[in-house]
């Protein structure tokens, strides 16, 4: 009868083992995890004061995480220095059609021109928000 008793608990004694292994576990994954996002962060906050930039670095570098790729990069690769959209729009064209793959070019290269442009485009919007609520704050002030 004791026996019995000992191999009827065992699958119930098994179960528990299991649940409370499967809690250690996530534990520590979600320790890992939280532990990996302040890093990032602080990754983040570092290369900002690095380059001298403080809020605008940890936005700079979640748009170079975002896109792939930095500001530095994405101007190489087009070949402009200033972020004019008009010339961004006519590099980017004349780059995208000429790495087609149906002239022999390659996908890799027009996937990183596709990706410089998103990058500059980013920017870009970011410049004109900055100038758009520069001229509120200014029309607010005149009036």
């Known amino acids: ?24 576990v996530a534990r520590a994954f979600a320790q890992a995890l939280r532990q990996e996002f302040r890093s990032g ?10 380059t001298g930039q403080k809020a605008a670095g940890v936005k700079t570098a979640a748009a170079n995480s975002l896109s792939g790729m930095t500001l530095q990069e994405a101007k190489q690769i087009l070949n402009v220095e200033m972020l004019d959209k008009d010339a961004i729009s006519k590099k980017f064209d004349h780059l995208f059609k000429v790495n087609e793959k149906a002239q022999g070019g390659s996908y890799y290269l027009q996937s990183k021109v596709y990706r410089a442009k998103e990058r500059l485009d980013m920017e870009v919007k970011t410049d004109d928000l900055k100038d758009d609520r520069t001229e509120h704050s200014t029309q607010s002030s005149d009036t």
């Open 41 to 50: 962060n602080v990754a983040a906050r570092q290369r900002a004061s690095e």
């Open 1 to 24: 009868s004791t026996g019995c008793n000992y191999v009827m608990s065992l699958p119930r004694f098994l179960v528990q083992i299991v649940v409370v292994g499967g809690q250690v």
